[in-house]
């Protein structure tokens, strides 16, 4: 059965949108089910843009050239507090780390951003290879010396001698930084673009997950609230059925039992907890709509639902009750575990 979404936007791309004539306005909002869609009108087409979480995982590449330079950027991101920076650029372009870094930062604001960028020039090299003749032969003669004296069997060639430090080095070739500037520029906003698509596509699988959980939650919560009554009736039951089989039916009626009672009512009471859930609830769907990175505040959301539940289950010691209340905190640990990589 397809959602009323999926209805939404096949009505919208198949029985056709009235001209710019007959709608004044450049851009709408509708809420359909629990998402809420932005909606640009120009001639007569209409692009929707379901504002969705995003995730802190993803990749992103990209690619430009010009005048003979070309330019690859790859990206990546994981979940992270912070936003965590990390992009290794050739040692000729150090001077565009501040460039790179504050494009990125323009975009996301959690996670840990790897990157590599990588300059080659028409030839397709980054630099030309620097043997240094000198080392080499101090390298050679030194070896020598050694396995003579060691009475070693001396076994150099051109492979192994290449291989020790400094013999074999790429002198990276002289580019203007502002020339690079403006083709790692482009470069870097399709791998951006990329990275933030990818982040968006795994933010809605995870928005579509948190809003099951929540449901079941939800659930979980009005279960609860039904059991909450007989909590009291329940402890009644049993004081009045311990009374009598102790033959003391006629303390039934004493003030002390009644206020016994009343003061048992009064410290298994839930529903302030109830109330707060249902509250933290209802805060956690609002957040799964919003435009802004939501991250931080859903993870303290779920410490504050922890909190309330597990006073429910402290207070209400019914059997029934703590039932549901082991099914909230399992549901509630999984949706911590997927807020971590909500940005």
């Known amino acids: 059965m397809r959602s009323r979404r999926d209805s939404a936007m096949s009505t919208f791309s198949t029985t056709g949108i009235p001209g710019p004539s007959l709608i004044n306005m450049r851009d709408m909002a509708l809420r359909i089910g629990d998402s809420e869609v932005s909606l640009q009108v ?35 991101s994981v979940n992270r507090k912070q936003l965590d920076i990390n992009v290794n650029l050739p040692r000729n372009l150090v001077t565009l780390d501040a460039q790179v870094q504050r494009t990125i930062r323009e975009e996301f604001s959690r996670g840990r951003v790897s990157g590599i960028i990588r300059v080659e020039t028409a030839d397709g090299s980054a630099g030309s290879v620097v043997v240094d003749e000198k080392l080499a032969a101090e390298y050679v003669t030194g070896i020598r010396k050694t396995a003579e004296k060691l009475k070693l069997q001396e ?6 001698i290449s291989r020790l430090p400094g013999v074999v080095s790429i002198e ?67 004081l009045f059925q311990r009374l009598e089989e102790a033959g003391l039916n006629d303390l039934a009626s004493d003030e002390r039992i009644v206020k016994e009672i009343a003061l048992f009512a009064d410290r298994c009471d839930i529903s ?39 006073t429910t289950g402290s207070k209400a010691g019914e059997v029934e009750i703590t039932r549901y209340v082991v099914a909230f905190k399992t549901e509630l640990e999984r949706i911590r575990e997927q807020v971590q990589n909500i940005e």
């Not at 076994?155 to 192994?160: I, P, T, V, W």
């Open 155 to 160: 076994d150099l060639g051109a492979e192994l």
């Open 42 to 76: 120009s001639n007569s087409r209409i692009r929707f843009n379901f504002m969705a979480l995003k995730s802190m995982t993803g990749f992103g590449e990209g690619a430009a050239s010009a005048a003979g330079i070309r330019v690859s950027v790859e990206l990546s």
């Open 172 to 238: 990276q070739r002289d580019l203007d930084s502002d020339q690079v500037s403006e083709i790692l520029s482009a470069a870097l906003a399709k791998a951006l673009k990329g990275l933030a698509k990818m982040r968006a596509a795994e933010g809605k699988m995870l928005e579509r997950d948190l809003r099951e959980r929540l449901t079941l939650l939800e659930q979980y919560t009005q279960e609860i609230r039904k059991l909450a009554p007989a909590v009291v009736t329940s402890y009644r039951e049993k």
């Open 272 to 310: 302030e907890e109830l109330t707060r859930l249902k509250s933290h609830l209802a805060q956690a769907r609002k957040l799964l709509r919003s435009k802004e990175p939501v991250g931080r505040t859903l993870d303290f959301l779920c410490q504050e639902l922890f909190r309330e539940i597990n």
